[in-house]
């Protein structure tokens, strides 16, 4: 039953096809120390994730019990959103019994024994409990308690519920916010890969499920379709686009011994691979559990704040006992209670924090907890990722330059009728060129075609021999182009070279406007760094405002450069990328943050901020939006103190009795809860008007 098993992770097979996904994950969550689980129909297989290393066997051989027809259904209140809407129960529960009192029993006056306080009681009950229990170190909820029963002993169960909805309140909005964000990772980590090619001892191929390659075993992947698994190549050879794990936009020819990374497209030719990395052992996997670690996550901010109020709570028991020897009024005595700091300060992060992930969610930006926004504020260096990040990872023709009486448009024909049924990234930038120059496909002989992997094509165009490729292919066939020192890709017909393709990566649309709204929000600096080429790097590097750009660096050079930069005193660094090589940059930056429609498993994973969309401006959001979430938060705190301090100046002297303390209080409360709900709005995706620079 058990497919594959690491500390903390059990995956297992498991067919069910009675039952939905969601159901059958509730059941499993009931086993004993398992905290959750995921089930995929099309695998038929369940991820558990659990407290112990291993999850003991005898709980293993019970699991096919959870599924006979006698179990009880799994009720709803055990999940998330049941929780949500009971709390919403409670509220109409209390509000029905508030309405009868009103219109039906205007005269009654029983405080704890009215309708509305038994009410009131009841659907408080767990906040009573937690803080009955936590006297001996009085906590929000011990307060909450007395501050609930002050109101109800005073005959106020007005205040008594409002009290009670806002203690409520916070953990709603961050429940919420919560499963939104579980939903949107859980999304965007689905694996996409079903099945594999297996080559059997006997040479024959054979298409089984994903789940059933082990390491080891050898898979072969033909011309267009996606590798599956991380491995060697051991027969065969082709190119493989793997743009979002090298940083490079061309193609690269793999052949035996080259290594190639689950995720990348086999764009020519056909490969063996024996595979080393399969299931949970790829680093895809093993990061899931730390995204959801890091949603937990609190800011520096909203841990202080919850220190000063947990501070607090004592503080306003003993100023109601000084009170109290001091006057032997009952009614300042209660003042103290029902005006406190606690539930202003607690929302004042926490409402703000939800709403703000909520706000960037609905953008199309997934931001993984309090912290990373409260440290996003504060970034002052940004590191970009240049190769599907500040460009498109798309070739274009950027010049043409023609030889030996040939126009552009000739070269141009030329290459497009060679390169037409090719689906290579550089045949689509030449085929892209033809059509908006509207040249028309010359006669050419399909049949002839040879794909010379990892340099170019030989094809004959209206029965004359042209060939379009590297310098290297050039060489083979034995083309003059000494005198020739451009690079790009060249064309040649009947063994005369006739022109010279110059083929760059573009810019990102909206690229230049995102660096220049980073400049007027605090950054200093603006670096990039990428494994591509000196040449392409400083092409970009030129049309940028960039400080400063390295080129040519591998994996563990771009983490160490992002580990040096953050530990220089006052940087706060930023890292954006969205491939497999610049996973280890984006652990070491302050932020990491993966942007793009292509980025790969890996580099979400390792990102405190994911980015879906390929519009660069939503950075620019994300910053905004971290900025604002801090301003509201302070403002928050600073109301809060103020409020409620004067309340409690002018509650000890008597001024007003309990009721207008309790009234000042929750007031205060609910305006910091509208200055945060504040950070909900605003929250659309752009249009295409706005990713323009």
């Known amino acids: 039953m058990i497919v594959h098993a690491i500390a903390g992770r059990t995956r297992i097979r498991l067919p069910i096809n009675n039952l939905l996904p969601a159901q059958i994950e509730a059941r499993l969550r009931n086993l004993p120390n398992v905290t959750a689980a995921s089930y995929s129909s099309i695998t038929n297989t369940a991820v558990l994730y659990h407290e112990e290393t291993q999850l003991n066997r005898r709980i293993i051989k019970e699991i096919p019990a959870l599924f006979t027809e006698n179990l009880p259904q799994v009720v709803e209140t055990q999940d998330k959103v049941s929780s949500i809407k009971g709390q919403v129960r409670d509220f109409g529960l209390v509000l029905g019994t508030l309405l009868v009192e009103r219109f039906f029993l205007p005269n009654l006056s029983l405080k704890f024994l009215s309708p509305s306080s038994m009410a009131i009681l009841f659907v408080s009950r767990k906040i009573i409990k937690d803080g009955l229990l936590a006297l001996p170190k009085p906590n929000a909820d011990t307060l909450t308690t007395a501050s609930l029963a002050a109101s109800l002993l005073k005959g106020s169960p007005k205040s008594a519920f409002i009290i009670y909805a806002m203690s409520s309140l916070s953990e709603i909005l961050t429940e919420y916010t919560a499963n939104k964000t579980r939903g949107f990772v859980k999304d965007m980590m689905e694996i996409d890969a079903k099945e594999a090619w297996l080559v059997a001892n006997n040479g024959e191929h054979i298409k089984v499920s994903a789940d059933i390659i082990k390491k080891g075993d050898k898979i072969i992947v033909f011309q267009g379709e996606k590798i599956s698994f991380d491995g060697t190549v051991t027969d065969y050879s082709g190119e493989v686009e793997q743009s979002s794990i090298t940083g490079e936009y061309m193609p690269v020819f793999v052949e035996k011994d080259s290594y190639v990374y689950a995720g990348s497209i086999l764009t020519d030719g056909k490969i063996v691979i024996e595979v080393e990395n399969v299931g949970e052992d790829l680093a895809v996997n093993r990061m899931i559990k730390l995204i959801e670690e890091a949603q937990d996550k609190q800011a520096d901010i909203q841990q202080l704040s919850e220190r000063i109020a947990q501070k607090a709570v004592p503080i306003s028991f003993g100023l109601a006992g000084l009170i109290y020897i001091l006057t032997k009024d009952w009614s300042r005595v209660l003042n103290m209670l029902v005006i406190d700091y606690v539930c202003g300060i607690k929302l004042s992060t926490a409402t703000a924090i939800s709403a703000s992930i909520g706000k960037a969610a609905r953008k199309g930006i997934l931001v993984k907890g309090g912290q990373t926004l409260e440290e996003l504020s504060k970034v002052n260096t940004i590191v970009f990722d240049k190769t599907g990040t500040i460009t498109e990872g798309r070739p274009v023709v950027t010049s043409i330059s023609a030889y030996n009486g040939y126009t ?283 990713i323009h620079d």
């Open 408 to 690: 552009e448009n000739k070269v141009i024909a030329i290459a497009a009728s060679a390169e037409e049924h090719s689906s290579h990234p550089i045949a689509l930038a030449i085929l892209n060129e033809a059509k908006q120059r509207d040249i028309k496909a010359l006669a050419h002989e399909d049949q002839t075609m040879q794909n010379i992997v990892g340099k170019g094509i030989s094809v004959y165009v209206e029965d004359q021999h042209v060939l379009v490729g590297s310098r290297k292919l050039m060489k083979d066939y034995h083309i003059d182009i000494k005198d020739k020192s451009k690079s790009g890709i060249y064309i040649a017909q009947n063994e005369q070279l006739i022109g010279i393709l110059e083929i760059e990566d573009q810019v990102r649309v909206g690229m230049n406007r995102t660096l220049n709204h980073m400049r007027r929000t605090g950054v200093d600096e603006i670096i990039m760094l990428t494994g591509d080429y000196k040449e392409a790097a400083k092409k970009v590097a030129n049309r940028l405002s960039v400080d400063e750009f390295f080129a040519e660096a591998l994996p563990e050079e771009k983490a160490k450069f992002l580990k040096n930069l953050k530990e220089e005193e006052g940087r706060v660094t930023m890292m954006v990328g969205d491939g497999i090589n610049d996973a280890p940059a984006l652990a070491h930056a302050n932020i990491g943050v993966s942007l793009g429609a292509k980025k790969t498993d890996i580099a979400m994973e390792t990102s405190d901020i994911v980015i879906h969309s390929d519009n660069p401006v939503l950075l620019a959001d994300a910053v905004n939006i971290s900025h604002d979430t801090m301003k509201v938060i302070k403002q928050n705190i600073v109301a809060t103190f103020a409020v409620n301090t004067l309340a409690i100046a002018f509650g000890s002297v008597g001024v007003f009795p309990p009721i207008i303390g309790a009234t000042i209080h929750n007031a205060a409360t609910i305006g910091v809860v509208l200055n945060a709900a504040r950070l909900l709005l605003g929250g659309k995706k752009p249009n295409a008007r706005e």
